[in-house]
């Protein structure tokens, strides 16, 4: 019972990440095109630039010209010249991470964190092949990224530093804080800003509470949702 119990929490904490995920590749690929016009760049420049560093997505998009969801658009333009908003349509999340990445180290760019986004992409994906997400909690044998624990620091003025890297060294916390960051700050609708927010808040604060007893006798997992827990309170 507690297996399947611990399963459902899981269930709810994918759907949610595969949700919010989605609603902030959307959020970015409508900023990056907002930054490209501000600085007035060709919307095909851009891509024929990427084309020339990064030539093997190319061949993949090339495969896909026939494939019935995207043929449509594709077959407007002579490959591999494409205008910028073609690009991100069709291109997978992965890619659109490479492809930011390349844009922000090029240009000066306020948006979100390349670095960071790669924490997005894992978390999505493993949510998207259905890993569980909360099976290894009690594991701090990765790496905490010093950008993630300077935002933290900010937000959590009376929490320690030094706890702060100890909990981001659990790769699913990291991943999982990344993308809590990257909603509040990608995500330009209020509404659906606040939607996501509320929706994890109150994962946590009933469904999660009410299932407690299935985590109660682990003081490394109870660490571990009152430090999500808070920045969740924060963000809200």
């Not at 891509?47 to 995207?70: A, G, L, M, P, T």
């Not at 905490?144 to 900010?154: A, P, R, T």
């Not at 469904?207 to 682990?218: A, E, N, T, V």
Request: net charge positive.
């Amino acid at each position: 019972m507690a297996l399947k119990d611990l399963s459902t929490i899981d269930m709810y904490l994918k759907r949610w990440i595969l949700n919010a995920s989605l609603s902030v590749e959307h959020s970015l690929k409508v900023n990056l095109i907002e930054d490209i016009q501000k600085r007035h760049i060709d919307e095909f420049d851009i891509v024929n630039d990427y084309h020339s560093s990064c030539s093997k997505i190319f061949d993949e998009i090339q495969r896909r010209r026939e494939k019935s969801y995207v043929k449509n658009l594709l077959e407007k333009y002579t490959h591999p010249n494409y205008p910028i908003w073609v690009y991100l349509e069709v291109i997978p999340f992965g890619e659109f991470v490479n492809f930011y990445k390349y844009y922000y180290k090029k240009y000066p760019y306020g948006g979100f964190s390349s670095d960071l986004l790669y924490n997005v992409r894992d978390i999505r994906n493993a949510s998207a092949h259905n890993n569980c997400i909360i099976h290894d909690l009690i594991n701090k044998n990765g790496y905490y990224k010093s950008e993630l624990v300077n935002i933290l620091d900010s937000l959590l003025p009376n929490t320690r530093r030094r706890t702060i890297q100890n909990r981001l060294k659990n790769n699913s916390v990291q991943d999982f804080i990344a993308l809590l960051i990257a909603v509040e700050k990608v995500i330009k609708s209020e509404e659906l800003k606040s939607y996501y927010l509320k929706s994890i808040k109150e994962l946590f604060d009933v469904r999660m509470i009410r299932d407690s007893y299935l985590y109660k006798s682990s003081p490394a997992l109870n660490q571990m949702y009152e430090f999500c827990k808070e920045i969740i309170d924060i963000l809200k």
